[in-house]
């Protein structure tokens, strides 16, 4: 018996007719063009899931001029930090969004000079449709690349030394007075703050919403430690503040990561948790639930972060001028505070 030829695949002509619509209509559609009505988008989108049409990418990459890619670039030479719970979470949440996308990501570490020739390449061989950027510090090499390539663009947090126009971001100032507002109203007058990096804006966002927190009750800002978002920073900066102000009575550290190494010291100087001094983070990862008492922390949803991030960015690619976005925080009570 002889073999079965191959089905062979539709032609975008043959989409158009069985749509009803011109040629350059359907291809509109398939190349996800605006000005679309939704009547000539459904009778295209009809005629390709019945006939199995399946667009040729290099022909759509020449016809759009596009590659099909968005970046996230990080200012960090680590690559390590991918595995980090709040960047994991990150990119778990623009690849579920570029799920509902043709587009495909490309992770790029970009602090070291190295790391930032890449990006310059990539970007002015137009390399990427657009690129988000993340753990930016001060006024970083990358915000000036980035602005010189003429891309989209969408920022995790802002930058320091400029606005930018589109942003996705959690309401940090919001939930770090929500934390300290909590450690105030259980009694505790006391309360130091672990901050993030004071080079980045999410460090100071905080350390701004701890001192309104204060201020605002008439409390004085007791004292103030720099970490650097890990446990080892946490750690170090809680041994600080016990050396300095042994009284203090309640922490409000910017990070779980951070709060969970300030427990682990407060546990071995005799410190009881929350009898002696309550504790409260900031984000509501996984290590929240694991410390030992569990965390009292500020929940932000990080895969939603990645998640808009990405969807802005699309709506850039297409033509559209989204709005930048701020993300609700709210408190998660645990045993820890």
């Not at 001029?65 to 709040?86: C, K, M, N, W, Y």
């Not at 965390?295 to 990645?306: D, N, P, R």
């Not at 990405?310 to 709210?330: D, F, N, Q, Y």
Request: glycine fraction near 8%; charged fraction near 20%.
């Amino acid at each position: 018996m002889a073999a079965q030829r191959p089905r062979r695949q539709p032609t975008l002509d043959e989409v158009a007719e069985r749509a009803g619509v011109s040629r350059s209509a359907a291809s509109r559609v398939i190349n996800k063009a605006p000005h679309v009505s939704r009547a000539t988008r459904d009778a295209v989108e009809r005629a390709i899931k019945e006939m199995g049409y399946l667009p040729n990418r290099t022909a759509r990459a020449l016809a759009t001029q596009r590659t099909g890619i968005v970046a996230l670039a990080v200012s960090h030479d680590d690559p390590e930090l991918f595995a980090d719970p709040f960047f994991a979470q990150v990119i778990v949440g623009v690849s579920a969004a570029l799920e509902e996308t043709d587009l495909h990501l490309l992770l790029c570490l970009a602090s070291s000079g190295r790391g930032r020739s890449r990006l310059t390449n990539l970007l002015h061989t137009r390399g990427v449709d657009g690129i988000m950027l993340m753990a930016l510090h001060g006024d970083d090499p990358l915000t000036h690349i980035v602005r010189r390539a003429g891309l989209p663009t969408v920022y995790g947090g802002r930058p320091l030394d400029f606005e930018p126009q589109w942003y996705v971001e959690s309401d940090n100032v919001g939930g770090a007075r929500l934390a300290t507002d909590y450690l105030i109203s259980l009694g505790r007058t006391r309360i130091v703050t672990i901050t993030g990096p004071m080079s980045t804006d999410v460090g100071r966002a905080r350390h701004r919403g701890y001192r309104e927190a204060m201020i605002m009750t008439g409390l004085t800002p007791y004292a103030t430690a720099e970490g650097d978002f890990t446990e080892t920073g946490g750690a170090a900066a809680m041994k600080s503040l016990l050396d300095s102000h042994p009284d203090l009575d309640a922490i409000f550290a910017a990070s779980d990561n951070m709060a969970a190494g300030a427990l682990r010291v407060l546990l071995d100087a005799g410190r009881s948790v929350p009898a002696d001094v309550a504790v409260v983070g900031f984000d509501d990862l996984g290590i929240a639930e694991r410390t030992d008492p569990p965390l009292t922390t500020v929940h932000q949803s990080v895969q939603a972060l990645g998640q808009e991030m990405t969807r802005m960015l699309v709506e850039l690619i297409a033509g559209h001028e989204p709005p930048s976005l701020i993300l609700p925080t709210k408190l998660v009570l645990r045993d820890s505070a």
